[in-house]
């Protein structure tokens, strides 16, 4: 069994159904899914995916880009409202910084005002966060350690950091998701740190539709990643590590159950 504990469903990129997506991942024994909100449109359609698939669940955010148009004092009001709710939220992200040329974007200061306002929350309703890390090192970190005292603790998503930062968030108890990117050949220098850091804080996910896996990225260049591709991602781990690939299906699923409250 593995989980895939970052993917987006429904998107556009998809030229199968929801329930293709879902069912093609169950045949390659994929037995979990975490889909990721990025807005108030996405963690609501997050949301309603849960309800249809028992072995789905979600996180609600807003990526350090998305609603732009709402104030954050709004935007949080309504992450409290989708709370409020009976549903199968486990986490909050996909939130974090985005330090970049992004054409709009928020600037820095309203980045760190929406990712703190967002990690109050994780911290209120006993939620790991889940973070989108973009050049913003130092200031995740420092968040990280101010909340830290406080029972903060998540995920870094799609982990493409040195090992230095990797002891410090490990040090505060986050786990590391790692997805395609670690089958590139840019992506090599990864392999050194799933190699020194514990097997049980290892998470596997896709992040599909994006970062499709190797060979598929070279093979069917341009076609949406999906859930059921996490098995190469683990394949992977297992071949950096030198252990089986059962173990770390068995390994990354407790961890992922584990980070997110999943009986």
Same mark, same amino acid.
């Given at each position: 069994m593995l989980f895939d504990t970052h993917c987006?469903?429904?998107?556009?990129?998809?030229?199968k159904t929801s329930e293709d997506v879902v069912a093609d991942a169950r045949m390659a024994e994929v037995s979990l899914l975490m889909n990721i909100g990025t807005s108030l449109k996405e963690s609501r359609r997050a949301i309603e995916t849960t309800k249809k698939f028992d072995d789905v669940y979600c996180s609600i955010g807003i990526y350090p880009h998305d609603d732009r148009d709402h104030a954050v004092n709004v935007l949080e009001k309504k992450l409290e409202e989708f709370l409020s709710q009976p549903s199968k939220i486990k986490a909050i992200g996909e939130i974090g910084l985005d330090i970049s040329n992004w054409q709009g974007g928020r600037n820095l200061e309203e980045q760190l005002e929406l990712f703190e306002i967002?990690? !109050?929350?994780? &911290?209120?309703?006993?939620?790991? /966060?889940?973070i989108h890390n973009r050049n913003g090192d130092k200031e995740v970190l420092e968040l990280v350690e101010k909340y830290s005292k406080d029972g903060l603790t998540g995920v870094c998503h799609c982990f493409t950091q040195d090992w230095e930062y990797a002891k410090k968030m490990l040090d505060f108890e986050f786990y590391l998701g790692f997805g395609g990117i670690i089958t590139y050949q840019s992506g090599e220098y990864l392999s050194e740190i799933i190699k020194k850091m514990p097997l049980d804080r290892v998470l596997v996910e896709t992040d599909s539709p994006y970062l499709l896996p190797e060979p598929l990225r070279t093979q069917n260049k341009g076609e949406a990643n999906e859930? !059921?591709?996490? &098995?190469?991602?683990?394949?992977? /781990?297992?071949?950096?590590?030198?252990?089986?690939?059962?173990?770390?299906?068995?390994?990354?699923?407790?961890?992922?159950?584990?980070?997110?409250?999943?009986?």
């Open positions: 987006h469903f429904p998107h556009a990129k998809y030229k967002q990690i !109050q929350l994780a &911290v209120k309703n006993h939620l790991p /966060i889940v859930p !059921q591709n996490v &098995v190469l991602v683990a394949q992977k /781990i297992a071949e950096i590590r030198s252990v089986s690939y059962d173990e770390v299906c068995k390994i990354t699923y407790e961890n992922g159950k584990r980070i997110f409250k999943i009986d």
